[in-house]
Nanobody
C-alpha cells in the first residue's frame, strides 16, 4: 500500500535546480518526522534531509547549502529544493514519514533524479 507519493524527479544538467514534492492522502504529516532519502545505483539508501515536527532540520553534509527541505503541514506536503545539482546527486529519491511515538516509518515509491550534461 503506497501511502506517500513523490513527484518532481527528472533529468537535469549539472548546476541546475530541481524540486521534489511529497504528499499523502492517508498520513497527516504534522504528526511525523519527514525526510528525503536516496539510493544511488550500487549504494545503500541514505538520509538526505529530514525535518521533525518542530521544524528542526538535518542535512547530509554533502548537500548542505544546496538542498533545502521544507514542510507545509496545512497542505500536507514535503518539498526538497535541490540547487547546484551535481552528477553524484543522481539517485532514486524517497519520501519518508516516521512516527516519533512508534518509530513506524512509511515510504513512497521513489522518484528518479538523473543528472547528465
Amino acid at each position: 500500500q503506497v501511502l506517500l507519493a513523490e513527484t518532481g524527479g527528472g533529468l537535469v544538467q549539472p548546476g541546475e535546480s530541481l524540486k521534489l514534492s511529497c504528499t499523502s492522502a492517508e498520513i497527516r504529516f504534522k504528526y511525523y518526522t519527514m525526510g528525503w532519502y536516496r539510493r544511488a545505483p550500487g549504494k545503500a539508501r541514505e538520509l538526505v534531509a529530514a525535518v521533525d515536527d518542530g521544524n528542526d532540520v538535518t542535512y547530509l553534509d554533502s548537500v548542505k547549502g544546496r538542498f533545502t527541505i521544507s514542510r507545509d503541514d496545512d497542505k500536507n506536503t514535503l518539498d526538497l529544493q535541490m540547487s547546484s545539482v551535481k552528477p553524484e546527486n543522481a539517485a532514486v529519491y524517497f519520501c519518508s514519514a516516521r512516527s516519533p511515538r512508534t518509530d513506524r516509518q512509511y515510504w513512497g515509491q521513489g522518484t528518479l533524479v538523473a543528472v547528465s550534461s
